[in-house]
């Protein structure tokens, strides 16, 4: 019984500690860089050749494009890019330095949203063949 007693205040210690501990795994840790940001046109050209404008436009929440170079993942904020061609699942992207990046991967199922004068906007980028970006602010 004494030594039950002994390990009780070790137990209630680290049953105290350990919860903190877990609670920091985020801190510090490989955080991506913070993007500039802005508010964004677009000019939307669809599959069906329909094209709408909209603004506050972001793909999937985000001020930038998601796509697969490769096997890695890449991320290229909307503030580079010119325009994008989109052709089946593969993009290609033009900068605004005037070179481009061509042969990306992309997930079909990723939206773009963004507001029309008539509301809310949104559309797959399998729905898309082509999306001019435009920083306003």
């Not at 170079?69 to 330095?97: M, T, V, W």
């Amino acid at each position: 019984m004494a030594s039950v007693n002994k390990r009780y205040p070790w137990f209630l210690v680290m049953a105290f500690i350990i919860p903190l501990l877990m609670g920091m795994s985020g801190l510090g840790g490989n955080q991506a860089k913070t993007v500039e940001m802005g508010v964004y046109d677009a000019k939307i050209l669809d599959t069906s050749n329909t094209t709408v404008k909209i603004s506050w436009v972001n793909m999937d929440g985000k001020l930038m494009f998601k796509g697969f170079l490769g096997k890695g993942r890449i991320q290229i904020p909307f503030n580079n890019i010119s325009y994008i061609d989109i052709s089946k699942d593969e993009a290609c992207i033009h900068l605004k330095d005037n070179k481009k990046l061509c042969g990306l991967k992309v997930n079909a199922l990723s939206r773009i949203y963004g507001k029309t004068d008539y509301g809310n906007y949104q559309i797959a980028l399998k729905d898309i063949k082509r999306i001019e970006l435009i920083k306003i602010r």
